[in-house]
């Protein structure tokens, strides 16, 4: 499933952001979609996942309550609504596709290219 990100920049903190990924075939809608980051000198972290189906959703405690994921299996695409940015949220942000719901980026068989999300003070 070749997926493309997009929608990073630089926003100030507090800001908000919305990220797309959009994935091309016609199996999207059989895969979980996941959303992680990579902060420069860290190691890849999990952000959120959506259910296949869309009705499951998790999050990764640093950002529940400021992200939303979200996804449209008509178009192909999944989202990642960020809000109230914090500086710490500076990063590489990469969608991902996996066949099971998982936190573990090891999971995660297909990756985007990545869309950097800069926050600024």
């Known amino acids: 499933v070749p997926l493309q990100a997009s929608g990073g920049g630089l926003v100030q903190a507090g800001g908000s952001l919305r990220l797309s990924c959009a994935a091309s075939?016609?199996?999207?809608?059989?895969?979980?979609m996941g959303w992680f980051r990579q902060a420069p000198g860290k190691e890849r972290e999990f952000v959120a996942y959506i259910s296949a189906s869309g009705g499951v959703t998790a999050y990764a405690d640093s950002v529940k309550g400021r992200f939303t994921i979200s996804r449209d299996n008509a178009k192909n695409t999944v989202g990642l609504q960020i809000t109230s940015l914090q500086l710490e949220d500076t990063a590489v942000y990469y969608c991902?596709?996996?066949?099971?719901?998982?936190?573990?980026?090891?999971?995660?068989?297909?990756w985007g290219q990545g869309t950097l999300v800069t926050v600024s003070s």
């Open positions: 075939g016609r199996t999207f809608n059989r895969y979980v």
């Open positions: 991902a596709a996996a066949s099971m719901a998982t936190r573990s980026h090891y999971d995660y068989n297909y």
